[in-house]
Structures are given as structure tokens and as C-alpha cells.
């Protein structure tokens, strides 16, 4: 019911930056919660960042103030600005979109961050 497509991922020096973005299509409500989430080779799913379509964004704590999420409501998109990055943000960072009925995912961009 609900597609993700996500782009912008790749190999970046530590200390650079990278843009995500994730472009959502179908059924769409108005009160949902877009964001995105890693995944660090042998390790679990982590939360990255949330944004609402109404109220706070949610960062997870080693990323605050390095990463900012942002989405554009008339293009279903949301976006995330990652910079100074560093190895530690190795992972496939996976788009999600969140509302009543279910959640949907995509199926995840590589970042890669080389020292």
C-alpha cells in the first residue's frame, strides 16, 4: 500500500557528508511519522532520526547535531543531511514510514565511511 524508494547513499572520508532521501507513494494518511533507521554490520536495527508530520523530530543520541532530518510534505519525501561522518555510521540506513494500519520500509541504501 505503501512504497519507499530511497537514494543517495554511498562511500564518503570520514569527515564528509551524504543527503538521503526517501520518496514515499501510495496510500498516504495525513498523521504519520517518516524517518530513518541503520543497521551496522552484526549488529541490531538502530532508530537514526523520526519526523512526525506534526511535532518534534527524534535523534538518536550519536547523531545529534551531526544529522538533520527534514521531509517535504508536497513531495512525500523525507531527507536526511548526515555530516561529519565518521566509520561508526557504516550501515544500510533504511527509510520507514509509519501509521495507523502498518509500518512499510525500504529496502535500505549503503553508507559507507572510510577512515
Known amino acids: 500500500q505503501v512504497q519507499l524508494v530511497e537514494s543517495g547513499g554511498g562511500l564518503v572520508q570520514a569527515g564528509g557528508s551524504l543527503r538521503l532521501s526517501c520518496a514515499a507513494s501510495?496510500?498516504?494518511?495525513?498523521?504519520?511519522?517518516m524517518g530513518w533507521y541503520r543497521q551496522a554490520p552484526g549488529k541490531q536495527r538502530e532508530l537514526v532520526a523520526l519526523?512526525?508530520?506534526?511535532?518534534?523530530?527524534n535523534y538518536a543520541d550519536s547523531v545529534k547535531g551531526r544529522y538533520t532530518i527534514s521531509r517535504d510534505f508536497a513531495k512525500n519525501t523525507v531527507y536526511l543531511q548526515m555530516n561529519s561522518l565518521n566509520p561508526e555510521d557504516t550501515g544500510v540506513y533504511y527509510c520507514?514510514?509509519?501509521?495507523?494500519?502498518?509500518?512499510?520500509w525500504g529496502q535500505g541504501t549503503q553508507v559507507t565511511v572510510s577512515s
Open positions: 501510495g496510500r498516504i494518511f495525513s498523521i504519520n511519522t
Open positions: 520507514t514510514l509509519q501509521q495507523q494500519g502498518g509500518s512499510y
Open positions: 519526523i512526525p508530520s506534526r511535532g518534534n523530530t
